[in-house]
């Protein structure tokens, strides 16, 4: 079950029997747990119920503070596997440690309320009811702008004002999709070039064949083709 969210994304939440979370990933809950702390919980298979040194319970989950995910929720814990600082704007739970999830499109919220954010991820923007879009979605006077994955939006625009995009993507790439690569080519379009450059380097080398095939023109008959002048001399 994937229902952690930390950073934008999902993450493990219950593993199956003889599993647990540790930094968003079923692990065995022998040896591979045993550096995290992680006490099985006696009434939810498959998930911690306690966390010790720099990791923090977090969704049934242990994570480590310091690294990609953990670090994105909380920035600092105590010796007892309990976050003490919440990198999303929000208080650590006393007793357990963990700390309130900001909405799933909000990179910080409100310390008040979880639900409002105070900065987004990356293709979303913060509109004037404290909630982020994505910067193709358009809301009150803020305009998306069609394709746009990275963008700015106006600051409490009085008439219809678009964002200022920064990045677009063509709207058959899926940014989610594992064959594109971070140039933005698809394997497909990688393929195509392969198969171009691999005709033009096989024209090549058939006309290098073609010219070391060609017979040569011996220095004889070079001399009688470039000095017919001196054939004749010595015929004379």
């Not at 594109?180 to 290098?208: P, Q």
Request: charge should be neutral.
């Amino acid at each position: 079950m994937c229902t952690a969210v930390l950073g934008g994304s999902k993450y493990c939440s219950k593993c199956k029997s003889g599993f647990v979370p540790v930094d968003g990933l079923c692990v065995s809950a022998g040896t591979r747990a045993a550096p995290t702390g992680c006490t099985p919980s006696t009434t939810t298979a498959g998930t911690c119920e306690s966390c010790k040194d720099a990791y923090f319970l977090q969704s049934g989950g242990c994570y480590q503070a310091a690294v990609y995910p953990g670090n994105m929720l909380c920035t600092t814990t105590d010796n007892n596997g309990k976050c003490t600082s919440c990198a999303n704007g929000q208080t650590a739970d006393g007793s357990t440690g963990s700390c309130p999830a900001c909405d799933s499109t909000c990179a910080t919220c409100e310390a008040a309320n979880a639900k409002q954010c105070k900065t987004c991820f990356s293709g979303y923007y913060l509109d004037a009811n404290k909630a982020c879009k994505k910067c193709s979605e358009t809301s009150s006077n803020i305009q998306g702008v069609e394709n746009c994955v990275s963008c700015l939006a106006p600051t409490s625009p009085s008439t219809p004002t678009p964002v200022t995009c920064y990045v677009t993507q063509e709207p058959s790439v899926d940014p989610t999709d594992p064959s594109i690569n971070k140039g933005g080519l698809s394997s497909g379009a990688i393929a195509g070039i392969s198969v171009a450059v691999i005709a033009v380097v096989g024209g090549l080398v058939a006309l290098t064949g073609m010219w070391t095939r060609a017979s040569p023109i011996s220095q004889t008959e070079s001399d009688n083709r470039l000095l017919p002048g001196r054939l004749e001399l010595f015929e004379q």
